[in-house]
């Protein structure tokens, strides 16, 4: 069935009233920045691989990526290393942990699993070819925009504020770094993953993200080539397994499309060949995952008859 420009808008529309009337869930509050994101912000961009983009609610609020950094830094590693590489030394296996989880690490030779966890998304930063930090850092800053738009930007805010209390995160760097997989100076991993948590993405953005990937690679917006077709669906498989923390089976299940989410209240859904549909809301439910923007991706997917295990 297709519908209209002005169905899919009163589609989008409804889902965004449908998600403001929930009430569930928090800001994450471990990174002090975050906590003071006025929680009742919420919005929901639809970008498809021909570049329409529909939209509703606060979709030009610019937000923390957070996780879903980890997104644009594995399919960077893979454009220099092969995805084949990826796997390899990072890995390709949900850890059915938190996010941030040490016994993940150590019940696997400290090995991450994947580049979706901090740990893996540590290794990954890693793992990239950069002669020191900067160089580092700005080559993921170029990507995150080209995926996205030249408007991402490094929030000096929210870095201060993550770099201040990112201990944790720390510690995970020494634990690769003593087992051999970090493949940098391990603070140095430490602070260029922080940063790239720290840029500001609106919905429209995070929403021409996952559009780049189900475009095969191309952002629609652009139309640039960003992402070698042959890392398309080592990508989508690790978002899969990983994208929705320890929910993932769950969105495979409920859902059926890979997702990423962050703790900045973003989370994108991918339709591979035709588009995808990004939600923002702070609230977050137990294990990180924004509760409005589940709500309105899955109305706005079981309404379209997205599930991409779907036979029909
Ligand atoms: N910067 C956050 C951290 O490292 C990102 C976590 C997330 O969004 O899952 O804890």
């Given at each position: 069935m297709t519908y209209s420009k002005d169905q899919l808008q009163a589609l989008v529309d409804e889902a965004v009233t449908m998600g403001r009337q929930c009430h569930d869930g928090a800001n994450a509050d471990y990174i002090p920045f975050l906590?003071?994101?006025?929680?009742?912000l919420c919005g929901l961009s639809i970008v498809w691989c021909d570049g329409t983009l529909i939209h509703s609610g606060d979709c030009d609020y610019g937000f923390a990526l957070e996780s879903i950094s980890k997104v644009c830094s594995m399919a960077l590693a893979m454009e220099q290393k092969g995805a084949e590489m990826v796997r390899e030394k990072i890995g390709a296996e949900p850890t059915g942990l938190p996010f941030n989880s040490v016994m993940a690490l150590t019940t696997h030779q400290?090995?991450?699993?994947?580049?979706?966890v901090n740990a893996g998304a540590m290794a990954t930063v890693s793992f990239l070819?950069?002669?020191?930090k900067e160089s580092r850092w700005r080559m993921i800053l170029k990507f995150q925009q080209q995926m996205m738009s030249e408007r991402v930007t490094l929030s000096d805010e929210v870095n201060q504020s993550e770099q201040d209390t990112n201990f944790h995160n720390r510690a995970i760097a020494w634990l690769l770094y003593a087992a051999g997989n970090c493949f940098c100076d391990p603070m140095e991993a430490c602070e260029v993953y922080t940063r790239q948590c720290s840029t500001l993405v609106t919905c429209d953005d995070l929403a021409t993200l996952g559009a780049t990937l189900a475009n095969?690679?191309?952002?629609?917006?652009?139309?640039?080539?960003?992402?070698?077709?042959?890392?398309i669906t080592p990508i989508l498989a690790e978002m899969t397994m990983?994208?929705?923390?320890?929910?993932s089976g769950d969105w495979a299940f409920l859902v059926g499309l890979p997702g990423k989410s962050g703790v900045g209240g973003g989370l994108v859904s991918v339709v591979p060949g035709k588009m995808a549909i990004a939600g923002f809301s702070p609230p977050l439910d137990e294990v990180g995952n924004s509760v409005r923007a589940m709500r309105m991706i899955r109305h706005v997917a079981n309404q379209l008859n997205l599930n991409v295990y779907s036979p029909h």
């Open positions: 906590a003071g994101v006025p929680s009742e400290d090995k991450p699993l994947t580049p979706l070819d950069a002669a020191d095969n690679g191309t952002n629609p917006i652009t139309g640039k080539q960003v992402i070698q077709s042959e890392n990983e994208g929705l923390y320890e929910f």
